[in-house]
Nanobody, 115 residues
Framework: QVQLVESGGGLVQPGGSLRLSCAAS????????MGWYRQAPGKQRELVATMTSGGGSVYADSVKDRFTISRDNAKNTVYLQMNSLKPEDTAVYHCNLGGYAGKYWGQGTQVTVSS
C-alpha cells in the first residue's frame, strides 16, 4: 500500500500564497505521476496539476501562471506553490500518486481563500 500525507493548507486572503506538501511512503513504485486535485463544495473533483517522475507537468488552465508544481524524488514528496490565490481556489486539495501499480489518494487538506 501507498500512504500520502498532505500538509500546508489553511486560510489565506485573496492575493495571498500557500505551499502544499505531500509525502508518499509505503510500497512506492516508479515511474509514477504525482499531483494535486481539488474538490469544492457541490462540485466534482478536478485536476490542478501533475508531474511525472521524469519532470513533465500538466496544469489546469485556471491555475496556469499562478501555481507551480514541483517534486523531490529523493524524498518522495510533491509540492504545490500557490500564488495570487482567489476565492474560487477554495477547496479540499487532494494529493494523488498513480502509475502501473495503481492510483492512490491522500485525505486532503483544506484551502480557504477569503477576506
Amino acid at each position: 500500500q501507498v500512504q500520502l500525507v498532505e500538509s500546508g493548507g489553511g486560510l489565506v486572503q485573496p492575493g495571498g500564497s500557500l505551499r502544499l506538501s505531500c509525502a508518499a511512503s509505503g510500497r512506492l513504485f516508479s515511474p509514477n505521476t504525482m499531483g494535486w486535485y481539488r474538490q469544492a463544495p457541490g462540485k466534482q473533483r478536478e485536476l490542478v496539476a501533475t508531474m511525472t517522475s521524469g519532470g513533465g507537468s500538466v496544469y489546469a488552465d485556471s491555475v496556469k501562471d499562478r501555481f507551480t508544481i514541483s517534486r523531490d524524488n529523493a524524498k518522495n514528496t510533491v509540492y504545490l506553490q500557490m500564488n495570487s490565490l482567489k476565492p474560487e481556489d477554495t477547496a479540499v486539495y487532494h494529493c494523488n500518486l498513480g502509475g502501473y501499480a495503481g492510483k492512490y489518494w491522500g485525505q486532503g487538506t483544506q484551502v480557504t481563500v477569503s477576506s
